[in-house]
């Protein structure tokens, strides 16, 4: 269902403005950068690194998510931000001395004023558009809310912590978030590796949350049913059948699934040897995943925003509104991602044979011909004509 109409945020009451200097005299602690280390983080990064970092001034000492002024090697304010007693990254910086006062050591007004921002920028570019409503709302340093991302999916928002300071303002972002027109649920998805490097005792962090408003909950027998039609009534084989359940139980044997089952073996995945390989990372956030599904985005002409997990992914694709022409085919297509990437991690696992992408992304299009007609690729004009079928742009 396409989003119609302009993403507002309603304000909230003004209060005023309050400056660095008077704030730091309330208790504020202040982390003092090394000498010549000041033009970096004048200059836009947002990161200060623990080894950037003087000294910290400040009885009792911050402790993580605490808001801390940053200072040149005089103790003179140069911005503020959170800070992080463990993570390499002392001081996630938020704002500069000569930003809008209005903002200065208030999380809730920045997080309000960036938002805001975000949307404005987000209408200027045409999203939400005819042609989709999927797309980043905030893209962490992009849009100066390091650790946050936030994807619109409909009237669905999620979002993505992996940064401590955001779990720590979790209900004052939903509450932004909430305020958005349109905005009608959303979802929480920390980042787990991530915020174990941000020091957090992973045993307080909730699985993800989806807020539905009341009025929006559906009977959940009724919403299974559709789920189980969804991946079993299609026309690819039915082992490819059961391997897409299985995936999306995200229970298939990836290296991350062996290690929880005691199974000793490195953790490393086999298609981009950057990660660790676990369902998500293989199907969906993989560089070799990614340009398979950038492969079929451009070729069905769709601006696509990629959800966090395999299951929001599949239901997302499988739940667009398309042609009947190309429904058939549509359907099919994840499960064509998924078969073909999962045979090329084993063949690199097993036999130690890669394929080159633009093998893999022709193996793809056979797969889907061959499953939609029940046959081989027997004839190059009736294959090249099968491809060029391939458009939601009619």
């Known amino acids: 269902m396409l989003v119609s109409g302009r993403l507002m945020l309603r304000s909230l009451s003004p209060s005023t403005p309050p400056t660095l200097a008077s704030n730091h005299s309330a208790g504020v602690a202040k982390v003092v950068l090394k000498k010549g280390k000041t033009q970096l983080f004048k200059d836009g990064s947002p990161m200060v690194y623990s080894g950037a970092v003087d000294r ?8 993580t998510g605490d808001i801390v002024l940053v200072a040149d090697g005089s103790e003179k304010p140069i911005g503020w931000g959170f800070y992080n007693s463990t993570s390499m990254f002392r001081v996630r910086l938020m704002q500069l001395q000569d930003e809008d006062p209005s903002c200065a050591l208030n999380a809730e007004k920045l997080l ?13 570019l045409g999203l939400p558009s005819a042609h989709t409503n999927a797309y980043r709302l905030v893209n962490s340093e992009g849009d100066r809310l390091s650790g946050l991302i936030v994807d619109i999916f409909g009237d ?55 807020i539905i408003p009341q009025t929006m909950v559906k009977d959940q027998n009724t919403s299974k049913k559709i789920y189980w039609k969804l991946v079993w009534r299609t026309r690819q084989p ?42 998500n990372h293989l199907f969906l956030h993989c560089p070799a995943a990614a340009r398979l599904w950038y492969f079929f985005y451009s070729m069905l002409g769709l601006q696509w925003a990629m959800p966090f997990n395999i299951k929001d992914a599949y239901a997302s694709w499988i739940l667009w509104r398309v042609d009947k022409s190309i ?58 004509d099968f491809v060029s079928s391939l458009s939601l742009v009619r």
């Open 56 to 63: 910290v001034i400040g009885r009792p000492p911050p402790i």
């Open 112 to 124: 309000e004023t960036r938002i805001v921002a975000a949307v404005k920028l987000r209408h200027n």
């Open 156 to 210: 669905l928002a999620v979002i993505a912590s992996s940064a401590a300071w955001v779990q720590t303002y979790q209900h004052q972002i939903m509450d932004c978030l909430s305020r958005l027109n349109n905005i009608k649920r959303i979802s929480w998805r920390p980042t787990v590796e991530i915020l174990k490097e941000e020091g957090l005792d992973l045993s307080d962090l909730k699985k993800p949350d989806l």
């Open 238 to 279: 039915l082992r490819v059948t059961c391997f897409i359940w299985t995936a999306l139980k995200e229970a298939c044997l990836t290296q991350d699934n062996l290690r929880r089952r005691g199974v000793i073996v490195v953790n490393m995945c086999a298609m981009c040897k950057q990660a660790n390989e676990s369902v």
């Open 327 to 384: 429904k058939r085919i549509w359907r099919m297509i994840p499960a064509v991602i998924f078969w073909n990437l999962w045979k090329e991690r084993n063949s690199r696992c097993f036999e130690g044979i890669s394929t080159p992408i633009c093998s893999l992304k022709s193996r793809c299009l056979a797969t889907l011909y061959s499953w939609h007609f029940f046959a081989p690729v027997n004839s190059v004009g009736n294959f090249l």
